[in-house]
């Protein structure tokens, strides 16, 4: 059945109105008529099963049928601070942690990124097109939220940020005993941020400001993965492990 999402204030008692790209998509695309199923979440966890009731200008209005909570969502939000990568690799990062579970994305500066957004404008539209691959990938994985994708910041920035979590770890080339078994093992917290270098990894100055601020460097074995590799790999133990 199509899945939509919308804002909690387009949600008004027994209806719900679609509105902008998705209501042309539901028209225009899929044909849908009055009286087929939709499913809708509000962004906040809960499903509503629905019947199309009617098309006004460029609005689709759907009668509620049934609602529920989303039951795809992971016990433990993760988030991944993501070295900014060449080419369109962030695009794929995306698709992929947003279908296995993750709670958001922070695209970050480290010294060893290529790439330089280095215009507010062009960073801005770089966030609106992560955002609707975000928004497409939880779609099609049935997820009962959105994943934001947050403005760009300095890796300083984000281990400053990494406080705010009960645990955070940074995989690192040359930790060579704890791994993710030993981190989740030991952890009995609700919230994890995960730290990935770009193409070339992390220098020594950052592992050293992540280590003294907390951040458990941990290793994911003898090879070496790359940058768009290293992030799905953990997120999928850490959701797999810790639900």
């Known amino acids: 059945m199509p899945r939509f999402f919308v804002s909690p204030e387009n949600i008004n008692g027994e209806t719900i109105t679609i509105s902008g790209d998705d209501a042309k998509h539901i028209k225009s695309v899929l044909r849908m008529r009055e009286g087929e199923g939709i499913t809708v979440c509000d962004c906040l966890g809960t499903d509503y099963e ?36 060449k080419s369109d690799k962030m695009e794929l990062i995306i698709q992929k942690c947003v279908e296995l579970g993750i709670d958001e994305i922070v695209p970050v500066y480290t010294e060893r990124c ?24 939880a779609k099609q994985s049935g997820r009962g939220k959105i994943p934001k994708i947050q403005p ?33 093992k030991d952890f009995e917290g609700k919230s994890v941020a995960i730290f990935i270098g770009p193409e070339g990894g992390f220098s020594t100055e950052e592992i050293e400001l ?16 790359r940058t768009e590799t290293a992030g799905l790999c953990t997120l999928s133990i850490l959701i797999y492990e810790l639900g």
């Open 152 to 184: 760009v910041v300095t890796f300083k920035e984000a281990v400053s940020m990494a406080k705010n979590f009960d645990g955070a770890i940074i995989p690192y080339e040359n930790e060579k005993d704890r791994g993710l078994r030993e981190f989740v």
């Open 50 to 85: 629905c019947k199309v009731n009617s098309f006004v200008d460029r609005e689709v209005i759907v009668d509620i049928v049934s609602k529920s909570l989303s039951d795809t969502e992971p016990n433990t939000k993760v988030t991944l601070f993501q070295g900014l990568p």
């Open 114 to 137: 290529i790439v330089k957004l280095d215009k507010k404008d062009k960073e801005a539209k770089k966030i609106e097109r992560w955002q609707k691959i975000s928004e497409s990938a």
């Open 210 to 225: 992540s280590t003294n601020s907390g951040i458990k460097p941990i290793t994911l074995g003898k090879r070496i993965l």
